[in-house]
């Protein structure tokens, strides 16, 4: 059933002159009836009927590529000893066509928010090394821990791990594309508040602290987002 449908232009079709041979047609009936289609409605005839042609024995003859729409409207009256098993075969492959088109663009779509983490994180890292360093000017002895902490903190709060869980190897790699994006914005709050606090000089336990506050309070607007997913 996978060879019914093609990819034509990112939209699956399917080709008149098989849809001809699979329902037991001739391929000029199935020509009158997509003009007919066009005569009662142009607009939608336009958006879901592509002219292109086929060669028999050296002559070009002109067919159609249809999308769902159209192969539907244009089956909706096809009765016979076939036609039914051949309509749940086109449904069929038409749904597995899109279902393989949403997994590559879902899979699109997370590589490239994976990237864009990759790069907040990045920044993040960076702003965390000088919040390390500024611990250590105030007296810090065990500053480095922040590393680990804050990410960990992180995580805690948008609820991917629990508190005192240990943080797997690969970890950010098995998120899916909705937890991506908002540890990507918790980890963007985190930075800011870092920020803000280094700057107006508050001592580096409170600046942890503040941080922890506004992911935390991220992390609550965000909730009901990630219940309504699970």
């Known amino acids: ?9 990112g939209v699956p079709m399917v080709d008149s002159v098989l849809v001809a041979k699979k329902f037991g047609k001739i391929h ?4 009158d009836a997509i003009h007919r289609i066009f005569e009662a409605d142009e607009d939608f005839w336009r958006v879901t009927f592509y002219t292109t042609s086929y060669v028999v024995r050296g002559k ?23 036609a039914m098993k051949w309509k749940i075969g086109y449904i069929n492959a038409f749904n597995a066509m899109e279902q393989a088109l949403k997994k590559d663009s879902d899979k699109l779509e997370w590589k490239q928010a994976r990237i864009q983490s990759k790069e907040v994180r990045r920044n993040v890292t960076d702003t965390i090394k000088d919040f390390v360093d500024y611990a250590i000017a105030q007296g ?3 500053a480095s821990k922040y590393y680990m902490n804050i990410t960990k903190m992180e995580y805690a709060a948008l609820e991917l791990i629990q508190s005192k869980e240990k943080v797997p190897s690969g970890f950010r ?8 994006c908002f540890l990507q914005a918790a980890e963007q709050v985190c930075r800011a508040a870092i920020k803000e606090g280094m700057e107006r000089k508050f001592p580096y336990k409170e600046i942890y602290l503040l941080a922890k506050e506004r992911v ?7 909730t009901f987002a990630r219940i309504e997913k699970k």
């Open 28 to 31: 000029r009936d199935i020509m």
């Open 173 to 180: 790699d098995t998120l899916d594309l909705l937890d991506l």
């Open 216 to 222: 935390t309070k991220y992390a609550e607007t965000v």
């Open 140 to 142: 810090s002895g065990s």
């Open 60 to 82: 070009e003859y002109p067919s159609f590529m249809m999308t769902r729409d159209g192969f539907s409207l244009l089956a909706m009256g096809f009765t016979g000893k076939d």
């Open 1 to 9: 059933m996978n060879d019914l449908v093609v990819l034509t232009n």
